[in-house]
């Protein structure tokens, strides 16, 4: 028995779950991604996020894990997500990244 909560449980509440722009769904660290970036309404997934920043979802994802890495507000949601095993969504997230600097 493990008390571990289902990772699609931790989310940060009152916020969308999934994405405005293609409707896919928006995990915990993506809804950081999101208010990192101001943003607390329309929230967009890791790949629509990077196309509207004409970045790429790599880029991004490394520059604002940075960014939340020295804001303790963001960095308290963040690590909710222990490690890789939490996210969702393997494919849209980039858990080798997400997680590849130990957080
Ligand atoms: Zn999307
Ligand atoms: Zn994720």
Partial sequence: ???????????????PT??????????LRQQVLNLALGEDETLL??????Q???????????RLAQYIQGRDCFLKEWSRYCDRSYCP????CLPAVCFGSGT
């Fill in 18 to 27: 999934a994405c405005a722009e293609c409707g896919a769904l928006i995990c």
């Fill in 52 to 62: 509207d920043n004409e970045s790429s979802s790599e880029e991004l994802l490394v």
């Fill in 89 to 92: 969504n393997p494919d849209g």
């Fill in 1 to 15: 028995m493990s008390d571990r909560k289902e990772a699609k449980e931790i989310l940060i509440e009152g916020l």
């Fill in 45 to 50: 997934c890791l790949p629509c996020l990077a």
